[in-house]
């Protein structure tokens, strides 16, 4: 979550609304929450002004429940296709992918105005680009463990 792919200023507060409550929804929706989705679900929390929506958000996830979503108009195509970039980076953030995860980031992504073939599409992309994140880690890894060499 380094580098955010969208930031809470670009959002309207219906947007950000919304977009909590797939994170929530994304995040329950295999029926179980490991450490990095925490990450993601106290960004969605952050999203939220009013505490009260906090707090019911809070206990959806508690209870592993998934949120109804309304579809999101008036969002630009360009905002409404990093609102799905950023699902689908929590979808994959477990490392796993079921099948009630994929049917809720495509019923999410429907909600956007999408397809499921680009929803897929959009799936197919985080999944290069936490290859390529598991990728970066692991050459910070060797360099940490290696010692300099220079040419004399």
Known sequence: MAHPILEAEQLNEDAKRWLANAIAGMITADKSIVQTEVEYLRQAIGFLDNREEANTLME????????????????ERTLAVKILMSLAEVTVTDDKLTKSEVEFFVYAAKKLGFTS????????WAYS??????????????AESTLPTFDQ
């Open 117 to 124: 073939a680009f929803a897929q599409k959009v799936m197919k």
């Open 129 to 142: 680009y936490l290859e390529a994140k598991r990728h970066r880690d692991s050459l910070l890894l060797e």
């Open 60 to 75: 959806m996830v508690k209870q592993k429940k998934q949120p109804n979503l309304h579809v999101l108009r008036g969002v």
